[in-house]
């Protein structure tokens, strides 16, 4: 079992920046993809960027391409999602996961959440105008 818990949230201004944070209860993590979601009220949980075990591999959605950066600590369990040039449309809650199916993998990650199987209990983000 995987704990994931979420941190960094808050209020920022459009053109502002934020860090967001997510520490794993164990370190068997380090071996997972890992991704970050978000899910605005009255949408669908949609996919931000995902990251490969040792950071090879990198996807970004294209809403978020150029302003978002995702990384990972290995050593301290800890994925993180560097969130630039906010708009309002990014105001959401930030959900991180954990993709165990397929460890030390590098060529296919995913970005479907159907495909992650432990989450985070999430942050708020909200980009006020």
């Known amino acids: 079992q995987v704990q994931l818990v979420e941190s960094g949230g808050g209020l920022v201004q459009a053109g502002g920046s934020l860090r967001l944070s997510c520490t794993a209860s164990?370190?068997?993590?380090?071996?997972?993809?890992m991704g970050w979601f978000r899910q605005a009220p009255g949408k669908e949980r949609e996919f931000v960027a995902v990251?490969?075990?040792?950071?090879?591999?990198?996807v970004y959605a294209d809403s978020v391409k150029g302003r978002f950066t995702i990384s990972r600590d290995n050593v301290l369990n800890t994925l993180y999602l560097q969130m630039n040039s906010l708009k309002p449309e990014d105001t959401a809650v930030y959900y991180c996961?954990?993709?165990?199916?397929?460890?030390?993998?590098?060529?296919?990650?995913?970005?479907?959440?159907?495909?992650?199987?432990?989450w985070g209990q999430g942050t708020q983000v909200t980009v006020s105008s």
């Open positions: 996961a954990a993709d165990t199916d397929d460890p030390y993998n590098n060529y296919n990650i995913r970005s479907e959440k159907d495909e992650y199987d432990y």
């Open positions: 164990r370190r068997t993590v380090s071996r997972y993809t």
């Open positions: 990251i490969s075990w040792n950071a090879a591999s990198i």
